[in-house]
C-alpha cells in the first residue's frame, strides 16, 4: 500500500522559505511523475509543480519563479523548495503522482504571516 508523508511546512513570515518535503513508501517513484498541490481554505486542491520521471518540470503561474520541485529517487522523495513567500500561499500542501492516482495523504500545513 502506498504512504505519502508531507513535512516542513510551517509558519513563515511574508518574504521567507520552506522546503517541504514527500516521503513515499510502497512504491517506488521513479517511473512516476510526481506532483504538488495545495489547499486553501474554503478552496478546491490545485496543481502547484510536477517533475517528470525525467526531470522535466512545470509549474503553475503562481509558483513559477518561485518554486522550485526536485525528487531524490534514491530516497523514493520528492521536494518543493518555496521562497519569496506570499500570505496567499498559505493551504495545506500535498503530494501525489501527477495525475494523482495514489491515496492522498495528511499533507503539511503552510502558513504565510507576519
Known amino acids: 500500500q502506498v504512504q505519502l508523508v508531507e513535512s516542513g511546512g510551517g509558519l513563515v513570515q511574508p518574504g521567507g522559505s520552506l522546503r517541504l518535503s514527500c516521503a513515499v513508501s510502497?512504491?517506488?517513484?521513479?517511473?512516476?511523475?510526481m506532483g504538488w498541490h495545495r489547499q486553501a481554505p474554503g478552496k478546491q486542491r490545485e496543481f502547484v509543480a510536477r517533475?517528470?520521471?525525467?526531470?522535466?518540470?512545470n509549474y503553475a503561474d503562481s509558483a513559477k519563479g518561485r518554486f522550485t520541485i526536485s525528487r531524490d529517487n534514491a530516497k523514493n522523495t520528492v521536494y518543493l523548495q518555496m521562497n519569496s513567500l506570499k500570505p496567499e500561499d498559505t493551504a495545506v500542501y500535498y503530494c501525489?503522482?501527477?495525475?494523482?492516482?495514489?491515496?492522498w495523504g495528511q499533507g503539511t500545513q503552510v502558513t504565510v504571516s507576519s
Open positions: 501525489n503522482t501527477y495525475p494523482a492516482v495514489w491515496p
Open positions: 517533475i517528470a520521471s525525467g526531470r522535466n518540470t
Open positions: 510502497g512504491r517506488n517513484i521513479d517511473i512516476y511523475t
